[in-house]
């Protein structure tokens, strides 16, 4: 039998390779980074979501979620508010600035891939999410940010 690991390791080298190009693209189109446009595309989906059920939402620590959020409302794509009912939570909402920029934005995956991934059967769909979770699993990832939504050079917390 032959050792695939080699073969498992050149895999992953070519996801991480097309995903970091597809993240480049993504910040020359619109200057956004893929955790901040996945973190974006989560607010405006929610109504009013907190930082925590963001955070859920996209796999990303409270701490990272928060620094994504302090650059998106510095450049007032995001505003925060107090809610009225309980001053201790604070809402999330995406401005018209946001929202035009989302409008535009491209699929934080190469849409190429959600094509032909929704053209698969739903248990090869099932199997192929089975699968990387089962790898994140033997890597020791399963706690981990999910990085893969980072670009690169971009902090982990």
Same mark, same amino acid.
């Given at each position: 039998?032959?050792? %695939?690991?080699?073969? /498992?390791?050149?895999? %992953? &080298? &070519?996801?991480? &390779?097309a995903n970091d190009l597809h #993240?480049?693209? *993504?910040?020359?189109e619109t200057g *956004?980074?893929?955790p901040q446009l996945v973190v974006m595309?989560?607010?405006?989906? #929610?109504?009013h979501p907190t930082v925590s059920e963001v955070s859920r939402e996209v796999s990303l620590s409270q701490?990272?979620?928060?620094?994504?959020?302090?650059r998106l409302e510095g450049q007032k794509l995001i505003r925060r508010?107090?809610?009225?009912e309980d001053k201790r939570r604070v809402?999330?909402? /995406?401005?018209?600035?946001? &929202?035009?920029l989302l409008a535009g934005a491209p699929a934080p995956l190469q849409e190429g891939f959600v094509d032909r991934f929704n053209q698969l059967a739903d248990w090869e769909q099932y199997l192929i999410v089975s699968s990387l979770a089962r790898i994140a699993a033997m890597m020791d990832a399963e706690d981990l940010d999910a990085a893969p939504l980072l670009a690169p050079g971009e902090? /982990?917390?």
């Open positions: 039998m032959t050792d %695939l690991t080699d073969d /498992v390791l050149t895999s %992953l &080298r &070519r996801i991480i &390779r #993240s480049r693209k *993504l910040g020359k *956004l980074t893929t595309r989560s607010i405006e989906q #929610s109504d701490a990272t979620v928060t620094n994504i959020l302090n508010q107090r809610s009225k809402k999330l909402e /995406v401005t018209a600035a946001g &929202r035009k902090e /982990v917390h």
